[in-house]
């Protein structure tokens, strides 16, 4: 088991928040629907990672207890009906834990799995159309472009896949683990790694363009806008590079003092950056001068990262007397906080 | 809680695994044999603890016998027993209790170096010696061992991972064998019929905490009692020489 996740979508915010896997109204956290209805009676497990969508459904991994003496957890995708959160079908094939979430892109469902192995299945099905077996644990989200699937594993390297058949056009090897997602600007990719380094990596051909060192490792995935890298190692430092060159945007980065696992995430036009700590803050930065505008503390820990969606942040926490927050971007004032107090466990 | 004693540890680890080519196995094994040798004075002087009470079971006996019905002055005869040939009976405790923060530490370690959550993990990242030659970029340890996954409970897709669990069963109870006293599991005493049951709980309770945990732990346990199990043989032939010796030069020679 992991952390929660959360996708925006255009009806809401789809959350696997460890019981279900809801709908919520932006609004006002309502559920629009829940899977499954009632998780005491449904032996479904626990579902975390962030949800996969597309127009039809909702894709998530759940780890479901063992059962009997020697029984083993069981590691299973769902797909879900994005309108009604029916189930599509589901894939139990995999030997190990799903640590994060998979991705769509080109009628398949590519998820790495901690048995080793990348599995490509049928979004409309969930019939395996084929499996990539790296050299450790895939402990990260792919990235589909078209064609590729850029997919790293705990064996050092970053692979690109081809997407009809999962045969590799190039790999990438660091020197630590890959437990990112690559984030992709002008045919370069960005994604750090445990050795202490964000890479840039040519998209077409796997060839190193820069690096640049940190202070620990990049768990979390970085993210691009115009000509800045923006990224956060596990001591909680935040970076912002540039895409170019790999130089230093600001002259230091800014320590947030806690661990931090998630990467960062920005609002829309790019002037405020969001930081979950595993302290339980979630941190507003400005893009400009990395001065902390706000912070918004709660207790658990902010271990997922939080999505953005006009003047709202929402983050996820475990665990925590709220799982989910919905917050202004603007003043980290709260606008509701998930499951309301009604549907809380009694103390 | 024993967080304190597994960072060091976990990062001995990692160091260890960079100079023995990047074996997980190798590195849990001298580890295992490092904590082992630091703890040597503690667990001889438990093993002789039990050894001679071992050595002692015959007495016990008789008096379990002549005082079968009187329990206060079996106790006090026992006690008196005990301080004749200088035996605390709770001496085999003590180093046993110092020890054990050392072993959860080493548990703490493993589980560290070779996570099979990412909680675990996660937890680490902040705690590596970055100034130990070598170490940046090699945790999580590359696990595989003989097709299986060191950072994996045993599964039925590596049927033969369940062999590490019943090896930790075996050697665990070869070691709650050695260590308790043979004759006083025959005894119908409390004490007696408590005895015989640790000897099959204890390594019951290790095998289902293995069947349950990476099997990079299984590793340890069976080195950790192989190598006890080969202490206490070695101690227990040096004090057999000891007192052959003993015996040898009290004995008259033919000339006087």
Redo the contacts between chains.
Sequence with gaps: MSWMGLTIVEEGLVAADLQQVRLLNVSDAAPLWSFPTDPQKARVGTFYVTPAVDEQRVVVASQVPPTGFLGQPKNVVWALDRKTGNELWQFDDAAGQYVEGGALGGGLFVIGNSDHNVYALDAETGALRWTFKTGYRVWATPLIVSDTVYIGSMDHHLYALRLSDGGVRWDFQAGGAFAATPALRNGTLYIGAFDDKLYAIDAQAGTERWRFASANWFWGSPLVYADTVYAVDVSGNVYAVNAETGAPVWPQPRPLETPVRAGPVLTEDGSRLFVGGQNGTLYALDTKDAFVVWSSESEGQVLSPPVVSGSVVYESRIPGTYRIRALYVDNGRPIWSYPPVAEQPSK | MFDILAYPLANLMLLLYNYLGHSTVLAIAVLTLLINLITLPLTLSQQRSAHRMQELQPELEKLQKKYAKDKERLAQEQMKLYKEVGINPMGGCLPLLIQMPIWFGLIGAIRYCIPS???EL?QF??HIY?WLPGV?????L?S?FLGMDL??PP???QWWSYALPILVFVTTWAQQKLLTPPTAAKTQSQAGAMNQQMQIMMPLLFMFFT?SYATGLSVYFVLSSAIRVGQFYLMREGQHRQKAEDKEQVRPKPSE
């Design positions: 959550t990412p909680l996660f990242s902040n970055k940046i970029g090699l945790v999580p590359r595989t950072g994996a599964n039925p897709a069947l």
